[in-house]
């Protein structure tokens, strides 16, 4: 049977399952071949806290939502086109994300009685009439992937585990995709491992296969590769782009990378991609706790190495108090907050913005530090690549942050070759120079950095006050004032290096001006660009630099009438405009979790009443 | 002396080159300055370059100690100066690198950081200046003051059971272990070159007298009439005697300690002390008795166990190195590119 193709210029996709159905490998290897075959993609997986909450419960359920389109994609979408549910909760949970007339393409075997029951259902709600106004697509995923592996010789458990490569199978076709990257993906996955590897590509082929022979669909649909700017592209993931920018930033200044680190949540990736490049002669170090590992990291830029570590809000506030030792010392350091709702352990895997007063000021005294945030999952790296510059040439810790929904998702990337990225110099003291004074600085307020080894170069620093030359210890009233005042200038004073700021997105003057930082880049991007399409005078102004801040912020708010600051908190970045801009700044806050949608922050700028 | 002798003679550091211009800020009469001058005095031979020697502090009276060294220094934060030094000898393994931290500081609120370096083994010297006693906050308990010690936040006694510090390390599986004291500058001495010579982690456990808020905590072991029956020093080799004229031995009975009199037995039916001996050593850390108990062993003084054993930093070099082997020097380029890439427009 011929079927139609069907043109789409964007689709968005959940992926949802049990946490062990592999449903964000699902995802992923979709937005992969998506990404390869030259759409523009936007990824968000949204998985739970628990590695294997009970089987078949709504606590369960793990979802992996995407967006591809041939024309530009800035979020992951804020309803979705097709539903894949392999059981009945994650058809509970995902559903309402369905748009009217949508496709749920569904694993009957995950609708039998036990699991109506455990995601709590009376009825199948697959009989409900209320479902007319979707497509549903029933397959008995389950079967199928067992009838495909009935002469491998598994064990029924391990045939189960490849269901997930047959619903692939079905979108590929679906998606007329071709199948080599998933395969080879396998073949890599798997070394060694022949039987498994055969059986997944078998059970792959036969999802297509399936798709294409029976009658479930009348059209395929067809996404062409979209026009993005000219150049080399790969996919990327947030943590996966930080830990390269941290690398690069190395290489660059000439440094050995250290970093140390506690497993939290969503930082890890952090760490285990960085365990992956000790060629470049990275030292990665899972220390005992969140404290020795920040410890760790002083330790090693005391001795002369790009001192990195990261976690999330509860580890950061444990390092609270080294980190303020670091802005003593002046020295190099950079600390990643990729951050998760809170307070306290909080949502663990959901993303929230809630650390951004944390970020500048969770430390004992005054102790300003350099605060810079990504705005989306490959400006993770620029994003570390500047603040490890920053902290490297202005001798500071500096705070980067990033939050679980860039970290987690995924865009292309035109990434750029070693030549391209800027040179970072170390400020060394030289032995020559000798007698070294420790806290001397240059116009810029950054003192020498003499390390270990360095002949004639001995000094002792430490957290107690410092005289404000020798380092020595002062106990002075007008030298510690001296002392604060020169710290806080000199974090100033890196302004005098930022671009000045720009109009993200929209027109450049007008009536609403909307302020974003961080993870929401995307969707107020989607948003301005969706109001100033239907005649609205808007502009989006993103800020990367949050302390200090480009200079000429405030003469961008004002040339703007209104000016709307949303934020997945309650309510942070709109104090800092409000104070330190005296603007009458409105909030737009959304903290449960998820980001927000388009629809809400076009509705705030029309000033619609909408609940977020 | 040859001309090349001379200079050698005159290039040579005296402890004088490794004192600062600071002044010494401890209580006149505290333990803290005989440590320093035995430290100043040992740096001389420990054959490293004065810029290649670091010390790492955390925070209470000892922890002032970098100030006074004229070495590269830090003086921290209240319990982390050996996961400072950790990062410090995983970053620059060639350096000599010493923390100096008291019984608060690396027993209550660095606990943590102590036992992982030491099952960790980074090749650093550990100093742990024990008084019984927090100081630097004027006189409360601390986690080695014994049961029932009186002080400003236990009025009416402490209620909380002391570590057993070397007990403790010998747990957390250290390397090294050594005890000395405050009093005795020549054992002291001895004892810091032992350490500084063990590859590893070097912990040495130095009771130190606080003559303000703990005066005579360690008295029964210094004082003329009392150290003879209650000290035991360890040498290697030998066994374990003590007492006026050392006229008391250790022996093993039933793999129990007891008091014997060494005139008794010959001195293979002795303890012989044998450092590498974990079990004894175990053992030895065990010999912890409140000296006014009746029957008590003394407590030992000297290197209670060595282990050769490989270094975190070691390991992780190798590691590099490995890495680098086997997947080529890393490439730029080629970790900013990936794996899968695609290209749009004419290039």
Redesign the interface.
């Known amino acids: 049977m011929v079927k139609k193709v069907v043109e789409k210029q964007e689709v968005t996709i959940v992926f949802a399952g049990d946490s062990g159905d592999g449903i964000q490998l699902t995802g992923t290897q979709f937005t992969n071949t998506n990404a390869l075959f030259g759409n523009d993609i936007s990824t968000f997986p949204n998985y739970p806290a628990e590695i294997r909450a009970p089987q078949g419960t709504v606590a369960g359920v793990s979802g992996f939502q995407l967006k591809f389109g041939s024309v530009e994609v800035s979020t992951a979408g804020d309803i979705c086109d097709v539903l894949v549910a392999m059981n009945a909760a994650a058809f509970k949970v995902n559903l309402s994300q369905l748009k009217k007339g949508g496709t749920v393409i569904v694993n009957i075997d995950g609708f039998d009685k036990r699991n109506l029951k455990l995601a709590g259902y009376e009825e199948n709600p697959l009989e409900d009439v209320a479902l007319e106004s979707y497509r549903i697509i029933k397959i008995d995923v389950t079967k199928m992937t067992r009838a495909a592996l009935v002469d491998s010789g598994m064990s029924r458990k391990e045939i189960d585990l490849s269901r997930n490569m047959f619903v692939l199978g079905v979108l590929y076709y679906m998606y007329n995709r071709k199948m080599e990257g998933t395969e080879l993906f396998i073949k890599q996955k798997f070394k060694g491992k022949q039987d498994v590897i055969d059986a997944n590509i078998k059970v792959l082929r036969a999802g297509y296969n399936y798709a294409d022979t029976s009658e479930i669909f009348t059209s395929r649909y067809n996404v062409k590769a979209a026009r993005l700017k000219t150049g080399r592209y790969r996919n990327i993931m947030g943590n996966q782009a930080t830990a390269i920018g941290l690398v690069a930033a190395a290489q660059k200044s000439g440094l050995d990378l250290f970093y140390g680190s506690y497993p939290i949540t969503p930082a890890s990736d952090i760490l285990h991609e960085l365990a992956k490049h000790k060629n470049f002669g990275v030292r990665t170090f899972q220390a005992e706790d969140e404290i020795a590992a920040i410890a760790s990291v002083i330790g090693a830029s005391f001795g002369g190495k790009l001192g990195v570590t990261a976690s999330s809000g509860p580890g950061i506030a444990l390092k609270g108090e080294a980190i303020g030792l670091g802005i003593m010392l002046e020295i190099p350091m950079v600390i990643c907050n990729v951050q998760r709702g809170g307070p306290s352990t909080g949502l663990p895997t959901k993303t929230e913005q809630a650390d951004l007063m944390q970020a500048l000021h969770g430390r004992n005294g005054e102790a300003p530090m350099p605060v810079i945030a990504a705005a989306s999952p490959s400006d993770c790296f620029k994003t570390a690549y500047e603040a490890c510059q920053i902290a490297i040439e202005h001798m500071t810790p500096v705070m980067f942050l990033s939050d679980g929904y860039i970290a987690n998702g995924s865009e292309p990337w035109n990434f750029p070759t070693a030549d391209e990225l800027e040179e970072i110099i170390p400020p060394f003291a030289k032995e020559e120079d000798a007698p070294y004074i420790p806290y001397k600085r240059d116009e810029m307020l950054v003192r020498d950095w003499a390390i270990p080894g360095q002949k004639n170069l001995e000094h002792r620093l430490g957290g107690l006050e410092k005289d404000y030359l020798s380092g020595d210890v002062s106990y002075d009233p007008d030298n510690h004032q001296r002392m604060v005042k020169t710290r806080a200038e000199k974090v100033e004073k890196i302004a005098d290096r930022l671009p000045l700021q720009e109009i993200s997105n929209g027109e450049e003057s007008g009536d609403v001006l909307v302020i974003g930082w961080g993870s929401t880049y995307g969707v107020i991007k989607t948003a301005v660009q969706q109001s100033v399409k239907e005649g609205l005078s808007v502009g989006h102004m993103h800020l990367r630099y949050i302390n200090p801040m480009p200079k000429n912020v405030k003469e961008i708010i004002g040339r703007f009438k209104r000016v709307i600051v949303p934020e997945l908190n309650n309510g942070q970045l709109v104090s800092i405009i409000r104070d330190k801009f005296l603007v009458d700044a409105e909030k737009l806050n959304k903290i449960k979790g998820i980001p927000f949608t388009t629809a809400e922050i076009v509705a705030a700028i029309k000033k619609e009443e909408v609940e977020a | 002396m040859s001309l090349e002798n001379e200079a050698l003679e005159k290039t040579k550091l005296t402890p004088k080159d490794f004192a600062?211009d600071?002044d010494v800020r401890w209580c006149p009469g505290c333990g803290d300055y005989s440590i320093l001058k035995q430290v100043q005095s040992i740096m001389p031979e420990i054959d490293k370059?004065?810029?290649?020697?670091?010390f790492?502090s955390g925070?209470g009276c000892s922890s002032r100690f970098?100030?006074y060294?004229?070495?590269?220094?830090?003086?921290?934060?209240h319990g982390?100066a050996t996961?400072?030094?950790?990062?410090?000898?995983?970053?620059?393994p060639?350096?000599s690198v010493w923390v100096i931290t008291g019984d608060g500081d690396s027993l209550s609120i660095g606990g943590?950081?102590l036992i992982?370096t030491l099952r960790r083994n980074f090749d650093m010297n550990i100093l742990l200046f024990n008084n019984e006693i927090y100081g630097l906050t004027k006189g409360q308990y601390s986690p080695t003051s014994p049961e029932g010690k009186v002080t400003k936040s236990t009025p009416i006694g402490s209620i909380d059971s002391p570590f057993n510090p070397l007990k403790l390390c010998m747990g957390a599986n250290a390397s090294f272990i050594a005890r000395t004291i405050d009093r005795d500058p020549k054992h002291q001495r001895e004892v810091l070159i032992r350490a500084n010579e063990h590859v590893g982690t070097s912990m040495v456990e130095i009771y130190q007298n606080c003559n303000v808020f703990n005066d005579g905590a360690f008295e029964v072991f210094t004082d003329k009439n009392m150290k003879e029956e209650e000290t035991l020093y360890l040498e290697h080799g030998k066994p374990l005697l003590f007492g006026k004229e050392n006229n008391k031995a250790i022996r093993l009975l039933d793999c129990r300690p007891v008091i014997v009199d060494t005139a008794d037995f010959t001195t293979e039916e002795l303890w012989i002390h044998d450092e590498t001996d974990r079990f004894k050593a175990q053992m030895l850390t065990n010999f912890f008795d409140n000296p006014a108990v009746e029957g008590r062993l003394p407590r030992p003084f000297g290197v209670f166990y060595v282990e050769d054993r490989y270094r975190y930093e070691e390991a992780?070099e190798a590691?590099?190195q490995?890495?680098?082997e086997?997947?080529?020097?890393?490439d730029?380029?080629e970790?900013?590119?990936?794996h899968?890439?695609?290209?749009?427009?004419?290039?």
Do not use: F
Not at chain 2, 49 to 54: P, S
Not at chain 2, 83 to 92: C, E, Q, V
Not at chain 2, 335 to 338: D, E, F, M, Y
């Open positions: 600062t600071q370059a004065k810029e290649d020697i670091v790492i925070i970098p100030y060294m004229n070495t590269y220094g830090m003086h921290s934060i982390r996961a400072i030094a950790s990062g410090l000898k995983i970053s620059r060639e350096l943590n950081h992982h992780l590691q590099v490995y890495a680098i086997k997947g080529g020097k890393g730029l380029n970790l900013l590119s990936g899968n890439v695609w290209t749009v427009g004419d290039e």
